[in-house]
């Protein structure tokens, strides 16, 4: 299988803090990659270090076949990224959010009209396409954060905590669209806090305290740990962190 | 590189675009910024006026002979004053002040005329409310030209002797409107306002929403995003110093007396200034509220205080005139009355042309500097 | 933060609003080299207004030191002034100013024509001693400033600028406040709660009342140890003026909050409510030489009435029966504005 993600020993220290410590992993095309861990686990500043947004202190990453210290920008092209705040812009139209970014990441003009129509008919929100984005519900939002986010169909795409506060009925069918999008060749690395949606990931890893505790699918670390759920595989990893949630 | 031009340049379209959405759909905002300046120069242009004209003033004249009566009339018939009351005792003076009735009361002293024509002691006490001194300054001296032009021609004589006939020429604004030394000051701090505050605030409001993360994320250049940003801000500032100058010479009638080229081109160099002083504000913050405030106290309050637009710069203490010198509006302040107002040349605006243009390099330099590209 | 601005404001803001006009920069044209000349110009020099500081053989050239700003008023005496003075002939004198500033410019060349008809008084006086008639009509005129006799500049601004302390603090932080809770969403929190929404208005504005007061009390301590400024009337009257002045400016306040949605559209209505009323006060230029409309519509302003009652008590002495209008004034702005912000305060939208 080929790596889309390469990570070796990548670090990030803040002062004497060391938020990421030391991690490794492999992420392969096409496969949903669950990257979880209790809040100042180190997830976020993980994430970013991957998607070009902040420098490691130490050790090395590759994403999408690029260096992150020295081809960022390279990276920045062939990645989608979902952020935990809610991403589009309030103000303006459904239709204005995703030729924004449409226009950003390079679609080709011809393009963009006919996966636009796709994309609504997708979500059916035909009808809403010229309404603001605040007038959604938040639910609507967060799916149509996330075909904005695939809409240039990038190679990997980056979700950081994308369903919270969403309720079960969306979170199903979120899932579903991330379901779709790894069919059509997109390697999803997705962090949550939601241990059942923990269960739909193909593998999962779990940090503690800035390290890898645990990396394997969801079945063989239920047995590993003698466990019936994922909430409670993660519970006992991380009840002895020493950092505490903030 | 070349034939990733013409996608960047798709990217940096659908970012203008985008941009002029934002401005476009928050109508208030939009409003605010389009009328502010054509409410502020208006109220400037007329409230603003220090022509001391029908001055209230009361009289206090116990001698109401011939001679006190005739200046009392001088008085009364000049544009400057008008007699409201006439008032029966020393006492009654000070409660005309502590109401506010008068601005200024004339007391003749007893046996005026007589006096004056005997013993040559005759006074007249111009007494001032100087709780705002410069008009009690004003009524003062005018009151006293009139006394004086009276005296003269009372003297019947063919001919004065040592007369100096003084004439007076009012350079650039003879009708001496405020309007001419305001319209200067509203441009420097209308531009000022609407580039540097809203440019800070708009970067600011992106990392609040948690947008400014995601463009970072995608491949757009910072160079891209920081242009990007400022050119709707730029457009509506060029709308604003147009409206300002239509409504200057069609309503508050101070023409451009100087090449309106130069005037132009000394504005643009100042939006740039403040385009880019915005941005180096913006680095440096992360909510709205802090840009906010701070554009209110690194921008507004010197500009207001210290540029010259409201007070003189040359009464102040020497440690405020030097920091005025940092003021980008003081300069452009200063250029604007050079050219609009004196109708002096290029010739004549070259200090502050090269001063703001040494500010907008510099500010440029940090803000590209201190964009953080990467969030840490 | 608070409490350091009053002395912030009122150490720095007199000595920088200061419209005094003095040192005003004289450029000397002089075609006649006399005595005379000489003697006025000397008169000129040590009047205490002017500053000789060119002295330029032709008008062109003190005309272009004008245009740089280096003088403000050029005066030029003709060629045989001493001579045509002597023979009893007009002499010619010109005063040019730059009037960019009009009340600089008018002040510096009311003061120069001035000095130059007492420049012709005192020689005549000197000339013509032996004609009793000229002698004996000469009639004294004194003038006198009252309440601020040395004309300062800082007796005019400390009233004004402790009721602009006031109008910041009480009126707009209120304001301030309740938008940036709209924008949080945390006013929703309050507006479930059963608390009616004259208590909820009571509750924000009352903590900023309080400190309204402490800093009116600092700003006095401060105008007295600073400036020696003692009120000329009743601290208690100022007190009172106050509470009404303050109960309506965050009134105002309120009313704007309740139609701005984000914290940048009520900085932006401030910003533009301050900038009028301030203009329309009569804290810059007198109300009195105002045109007439923008007097009456001065009348709008409550700053207006505050900064004449600051003004009156403080350096006049007034007292509350001189300033009954100016009472009745701001208590009809408190009830206006307070009942606006009451009925378009909505719990529900």
């Known amino acids: 299988m080929e790596k889309v993600i390469v990570v070796e020993n990548l670090t990030k220290a803040f002062g004497r803090f060391k938020a990421v410590d030391q991690i490794s992993f492999e992420v392969e095309k096409g496969e949903i990659f669950g990257f979880l861990g209790a809040n100042g686990a180190g997830k976020t500043t993980a994430m970013r270090m991957l998607c070009g947004l902040s420098i490691p202190t130490s050790g090395k990453a590759i994403v999408a076949g690029y260096d992150i210290r020295t081809q960022p920008e390279m990276i920045k092209k062939n990645i989608g990224y979902m952020s935990q705040k809610f991403a589009l812009y309030e103000d303006l139209t459904v239709a204005e959010n995703i030729r924004f970014y449409a226009g950003i990441y390079h679609v080709p003009e011809k393009e963009i009209a006919p996966r636009t129509q796709k994309l609504l008919e997708r979500l059916g929100l035909e009808h809403e396409k010229d309404s603001l984005v605040k007038a959604l519900p938040l639910g609507w939002k967060q799916k149509l954060a996330f075909s904005v986010a695939v809409f240039h169909h990038p190679g990997i795409v980056f979700l950081d905590e994308p369903t919270g506060g969403v309720d079960p009925v969306t979170r199903r069918q979120f899932w579903e669209m991330i379901y779709e999008a790894t069919d059509s060749g997109i390697t999803v690395f997705v962090t949550t806090h939601y241990m059942d949606e923990a269960e739909y990931c193909d593998r999962v890893s779990i940090m503690v305290d800035g390290k890898i505790a645990a990396l394997d699918t969801p079945a063989n670390l239920k047995k590993e740990f003698d466990a019936n759920n994922m909430d409670e595989v993660f519970y006992r990893l991380a009840r002895n962190a020493s950092r505490k949630a903030d | 590189m070349h034939p990733e031009k013409p996608i960047e340049m798709k990217q940096f379209i659908s970012f203008v675009r985008k941009e002029f959405h934002h401005i476009f759909r928050d109508r208030t905002t939009m409003a605010i910024l389009l009328i502010l300046p054509v409410l502020m120069l208006l109220l400037f242009g007329y409230a603003i006026n220090t022509e001391v004209k029908n001055s209230k003033i009361a009289v206090y004249d116990p001698s109401n002979d011939t001679y006190t009566r005739a200046i009392i009339e001088k008085m009364q018939a000049s544009e400057y004053f008008s007699v409201v009351k006439m008032l029966k005792n020393e006492q009654e003076m000070s409660e005309q002040f502590k109401s506010g009735e008068v601005k200024m009361v004339i007391a003749f002293s007893e046996n005026f005329h007589e006096n004056l024509l005997h013993t040559g002691d005759a006074q007249i006490a111009l007494i001032a409310d100087a709780t705002d001194p410069n008009s009690a300054k004003s009524v003062v001296n005018y009151a006293t030209a009139i006394i004086a032009g009276y005296q003269l021609e009372s003297q019947q004589l063919q001919q004065i002797p040592f007369q100096i006939d003084t004439q007076i020429k009012l350079l650039y604004n003879p009708q001496m409107k405020g309007a001419y030394n305001f319209v200067p000051g509203v441009m420097g701090m209308i531009l000022m306002l609407i580039c540097a505050m809203m440019t800070s605030i708009s970067i600011a409001r992106e990392k609040e929403m948690g947008t400014m993360e995601v463009l970072l994320v995608s491949p757009v250049k910072p160079a891209m995003l920081i242009i990007a940003k400022t050119i709707p801000y730029f457009f509506i500032s060029l709308i604003n110093l147009t409206t300002i100058l239509l409504i200057s010479v069609f309503i508050l009638g101070v023409p451009v007396a100087g090449s309106l080229f130069w005037l132009l081109a000394l504005s643009l160099v100042y939006i740039f200034v403040n385009l880019s002083l915005g941005l180096v504000i913006s680095s440096v913050v992360n909510n709205q509220q802090t840009a906010l405030l701070i554009s209110g106290m690194v921008l507004m309050l010197p500009v207001i205080m210290l540029s010259g637009m409201m007070f003189p710069i040359e009464n102040m203490p020497v440690f405020f005139q030097w920091i005025s010198q940092l003021i980008p509006a003081k300069w452009y302040i200063i250029g604007v009355k050079q050219i609009m107002i004196k109708g002096l040349g290029f010739s004549a605006i070259m200090p502050q042309l090269a001063v703001l243009s040494g500010m907008a390099v510099l500010l440029i330099a940090i803000s590209i500097k201190k964009f953080k590209y990467r969030l840490e | ?349």
């Open chain 3, 1 to 349: 933060m608070i409490f350091i601005l009053p002395f912030v404001a009122l150490a720095l803001f007199p000595l920088v609003a200061n419209f005094e006009v003095k040192n005003i920069n004289l450029a000397v044209v002089d075609h006649d080299h006399s005595s005379f000349s000489a003697r006025l110009i000397q008169k000129t020099a040590s009047s205490g207004y002017f500053h000789l500081t060119r002295t330029t053989a032709d008008y062109q050239t003190a005309l272009h030191h004008i245009e740089q700003d280096d003088a403000d008023v050029i005066l030029e005496i003709a060629p045989g002034f001493e001579k045509n003075l002597m023979n009893y002939q007009p002499a010619e004198v010109l005063i040019s100013t730059n009037t960019v500033n009009g009340m600089k410019g008018g002040l510096s060349s009311m003061y120069l024509s001035g000095i130059i008809s007492d420049f012709s008084a005192e020689i005549r006086a000197e000339h013509l001693q032996s004609n009793s008639k000229l002698k004996a009509n000469s009639l004294e005129i004194i003038p006198r400033y009252d309440y601020n006799p040395h004309l300062e500049y800082k007796y005019t601004m400390v009233p004004a600028i402790l009721m602009m302390m006031l109008a910041m603090l009480s009126g707009f932080l209120p304001a301030l406040n309740i938008v940036g809770e709209k924008e949080k969403g945390t006013i929703e929190q309050l507006n479930v709660t059963p608390v009616s929404k004259f208590t909820l208005i009571l509750s924000k504005l009352i903590p900023y009342w309080v400190i309204g007061f402490i800093v009116l009390t600092i700003c006095f301590l401060v105008a007295w140890m600073f400036y020696g400024m003692i009120s000329a009337g009743g601290y208690l009257q100022i007190y009172l003026f106050a509470a009404v002045f303050v109960l309506a400016f965050s009134g105002l306040g309120l009313v704007i909050s309740n139609y701005a949605n984000t914290v940048q559209q009520a900085m932006f209505m401030m910003f533009f409510f301050v900038i009028t009323f301030i203009f329309l006060s009569g804290l810059y230029t007198p109300v009195s030489s105002m045109p007439g409309w923008t007097q009456t519509l001065s009348r709008i302003s409550p700053l207006r009435y505050m900064v004449e009652v600051l003004r009156f008590i403080f350096l006049k002495g007034s007292n509350f029966f001189d300033l009954k209008w100016h009472f009745a004034a701001l208590c009809g702005f408190a009830v206006l504005f307070n009942g606006w912000a009451v009925l378009s305060y909505r719990k529900t939208n």
